[in-house]
């Protein structure tokens, strides 16, 4: 989804590794709290992404959105099933004082988040992603050579 739909359009960006603390919780950076906190965000929603081992972390405010825009690019979700699996597991959490979120068990395992390993929250501009710091790399890399392939193809 581009910031370009809908009325309420931030511009979440930035990459920012954080660690996985053993009870589950991240602390966003100061920077990501911040750009929450400019658009009045103080809960998101986090939910397993079809297809790649990431999860998303959406405003409230932009569920609805996410979840439309979601099920015209993944059409599993327009299943029972892919409801049941991507969708129905989605947890709505909001950050604590210190800037904390807990990640449920299920979406941990979903995004392979181990404690005391590094993940990696990605600014996707109407969202972010959160990542295993190992598994980003890959699809980067996975996505970079599709690119250059598609370049080539084109010209």
Request: proline fraction near 6%; aromatic fraction near 6%; include cysteine.
């Amino acid at each position: 989804m581009t910031a370009d739909e809908g009325q309420y359009a931030p511009k979440f960006l930035g990459r920012h590794g954080v660690t996985v603390a053993s009870d589950g919780r991240i602390r966003l950076p100061k920077r990501v709290i911040d750009q929450l906190k400019a658009h009045g965000v103080t809960r998101v929603w986090l939910c397993a992404v079809p297809g790649l081992k990431a999860l998303i972390m959406c405003p409230d405010s932009h569920w609805g959105m996410w979840v439309k825009e979601a099920k015209r690019r993944f059409p599993c979700l327009r299943t029972q099933d892919g409801v049941r699996t991507y969708l129905a597991p989605a947890e709505q959490v909001s950050p604590d004082q210190r800037g904390r979120i807990a990640v449920p068990p299920h979406l941990r395992d979903y995004a392979e988040l181990r404690a005391g390993r590094i993940a990696v929250v990605v600014g996707m501009e109407t969202h972010f992603e959160l990542w295993n710091r190992d598994a980003l790399e890959v699809e980067t890399e996975r996505r970079k050579t599709q690119l250059r392939r598609e370049r080539r193809a084109s010209g």
